[in-house]
């Protein structure tokens, strides 16, 4: 059975940090772009970041640049999203996704990818 899970959600205090984890099961991520989206309330699901197969091109939106930071661990099987300077705007839930692919390239597009995990909150008040 295919599975992600993301970790490391949490209440933070503006400029604060977390780290976001996504671990696979039942497949290894070494051939899937994997993209970090998130969701405010009453907001669409948005491309975060992505970071393509075998620890290829990554993509950031324009809002967490110089922020944020993907990165994969392929023995571990795992994904992770450094968040730095925090902002309250930074706030939702926060979903990993993935896609089969060769390419080392990625797209912060939500139909791109055909496997999500279930979410972690991320909210960033004082």
């Known amino acids: 059975q295919l599975q992600l899970v993301e970790s490391g959600g949490g209440l933070v205090q503006p400029v604060g940090s977390l780290r976001l984890s996504c671990v696979a099961s039942g497949f290894t991520l070494d051939y899937h772009a994997i993209g970090w989206f998130r969701q405010a309330p009453g907001k669409e699901r948005e491309g975060v970041s992505c970071?393509?197969?075998?620890?290829?091109?990554?993509n950031y939106a324009d809002s967490v640049k110089g922020r944020f930071t993907i990165s994969r661990d392929n023995a571990s099987n795992t994904v992770h999203l450094q968040m730095n300077s925090l902002k309250p705007e930074d706030t939702g839930v926060y979903y990993c996704a993935a896609e089969p692919t060769r390419l080392g390239l990625c797209v912060l597009w939500r139909k791109a990818y055909n496997y999500w995990g279930q979410g972690t909150q991320v909210t960033v008040s004082s």
């Open positions: 970071i393509g197969s075998r620890g290829g091109i990554t």
